[in-house]
């Protein structure tokens, strides 16, 4: 019997191997190069893995934008699709990614909506095909992106399609490959650092940690925001990150804008900008907060594993590559 059980237990390792990719979150992990800058001609498929959305949503000021640039965006019916709260089945949804990433003729993937259910996407069995193509997302969406820069592939964006012009600027602007701007925010902890972008919602990168689409943060200049999570909220999720270790090895940490509702925060408690800082000042590296990025406005957008110096005096973040 106990013979019988070892091999049981070797064979569903076995098959788990085969199933999850070692690459998630792994060192030595090869990364491919980057993909080519988007040029007018340049197909994009939008696809929403999380929450249905309202379908009557209109998309024509975004397509507008992508034609403005040349690039033909296809708005395929299934993203106003609905089933309970997500935006249909997680099979239907990992469909969806599926034939957008593996469709060879598409440039670019635009991930719609928010909410939940990306993360389940990845649970439900979906793999990146072997190939760099760029894609744009945030909020619940970051889970994609994380998981996209695990398996060593470039070209995500943690950014938005949607909302004031000086925002798709600049995501335009890294699909092209143009030079944009430092980001400034408030220095805290002195010094300078350099290496990868790792960029994420905070709360959406905590519930990967353990699985194997984290990715490794060894050199990388970390970037978190947040969305209606009270300070206590917070304060739990960056010492479960501590307790990991995940901030062990990190060069540099940055933070977005942490938004919350102002009663969450009883007299005498941390504030938000409080708790960051308590929670992330004394790991050794430089510090800078309030970088315009995440949810409202501004949203920045900042390119996963482009190398990236942040400078904890002064407060900026900028891109080298």
Same mark, same amino acid.
């Given at each position: 019997m106990a013979r019988r059980r070892s091999l049981l237990i070797a064979g569903a390792t076995a098959a788990m191997s085969a199933l999850w990719p070692r690459s998630g979150g792994a060192a030595n992990r090869t990364v491919l190069p980057a993909p080519p800058p988007l040029k007018p001609g340049a197909r994009l498929r939008a696809v929403n893995p999380g929450t249905w959305m309202d379908p009557d949503t209109d998309f024509d000021d975004l397509i507008d934008r992508c034609a403005k640039q040349g690039w033909q965006l296809q708005i395929p019916d299934s993203v106003r699709r609905q089933w309970r709260y997500f935006s249909g089945t997680d099979q239907e949804r990992v469909a969806d990614l599926q034939e957008a990433w593996s469709d060879r003729s598409i440039d670019g993937v635009l991930? %719609?909506? @928010?909410?939940?259910? @990306?993360?389940?996407? %990845?649970?439900?069995?979906? &793999? /990146?095909?072997?190939?760099?193509?760029?894609?744009?997302? /945030?909020?619940?969406?970051?889970?994609? %992106?994380?998981?996209?820069?695990?398996?060593? %592939?470039?070209?995500?964006?943690?950014?938005?399609? /949607?909302?004031?012009?000086? &925002?798709?600027?600049r995501t335009a602007a890294l699909l092209s490959g143009q030079p944009v701007s430092p980001l400034q925010g408030r220095g805290r902890v002195r010094g300078l650092a350099q290496g990868p972008l790792v960029v994420s919602n905070l709360t959406v990168a905590t519930h990967l940690i353990g699985t194997p689409w984290f990715p490794d943060l060894k050199g990388a200049i970390l970037v978190l925001e947040d969305v209606g999570e009270a300070p206590y909220r917070i304060d739990r999720m960056l010492t479960h990150w501590r307790s990991a270790g995940v901030l062990a090895a990190v060069a540099g940490v940055a933070t977005g804008r942490f938004s919350w509702k102002k009663d969450d925060i009883l007299p005498g408690d941390f504030s938000m900008e409080e708790i960051l800082e308590e929670r992330l000042s004394d790991l050794g590296i430089p510090l800078a907060m309030d970088l315009p990025l995440g949810h409202g406005r501004p949203n920045m957008a900042l390119p996963l594993g482009r190398k990236a110096r942040l400078n904890g005096t002064n407060g900026?973040?900028?891109l080298l590559q």
């Open positions: 991930y %719609l909506g @928010g909410g939940w259910g @990306g993360a389940r996407i %990845l649970e439900a069995g979906f &793999r /990146f095909p072997r190939r760099p193509l760029w894609s744009v997302g /945030f909020s619940d969406s970051s889970s994609l %992106l994380l998981a996209q820069w695990a398996a060593g %592939l470039p070209g995500a964006i943690h950014g938005s399609c /949607f909302g004031p012009d000086e &925002r798709w600027t900026t973040l900028e």
